[in-house]
């Protein structure tokens, strides 16, 4: 006790991270993301970013994206994958599947009707943002837009 009525929080510590506990239903439950670095305008070549202006002047001439995949159920982490930042997050070198069963999580830069597809078809499964306008089928009603989910139509 700390003096109150209420016992002290255990603190947060990353130097002995716990496994996520939340099922054993799945072969895995994978975090798939990336991060922008911005380099110096002189690794331009090696790393080409995507460009623009700020102010008037040259900005994200150079860049590196780190792509990384989690198993929040083990702690075992890929990664990190290096790439230029202009690549497409969907170009990056994970080419293994991920095991049947396995839940992976993630955002819009890795949308591909085509790979969702095979997934659900090899039985695993997927959390990620939908595109807008993408249609979506409900067994025994009409299609759906995402357009019309967000104004509640679904």
């Given at each position: ?17 716990r ?20 380099l ?90 939908l ?24």
């Amino acid at each position: 006790m700390n003096g109150s009525s209420r016992p002290s929080s255990p603190r947060p510590s990353s130097a002995h991270p716990r496994p996520l506990t939340c099922s054993s239903a799945f072969a895995g439950v994978w975090l798939h993301d990336r991060t922008t670095i911005t380099l110096s305008p002189s690794m331009a070549e090696r790393f080409p970013g995507c460009g623009g202006r700020r102010n008037g002047k040259p900005v994200g001439q150079a860049g590196i994206k780190a792509q990384v995949r989690l198993d929040m159920t083990t702690g075992q982490l890929q990664g990190p994958i290096i790439q230029p930042s202009r690549a497409s997050d969907r170009a990056v070198a994970f080419r293994e599947r991920l095991p049947n069963g396995s839940v992976q999580i993630r955002d819009l830069g890795y949308f591909h009707l085509d790979d969702l597809a095979r997934d659900t078809a090899d039985g695993r499964w997927w959390i990620t943002r939908l595109k807008p306008n993408t249609a979506i089928w409900v067994k025994d009603r009409s299609a759906q837009t995402t357009s019309d989910a967000e104004r509640g139509s679904v």
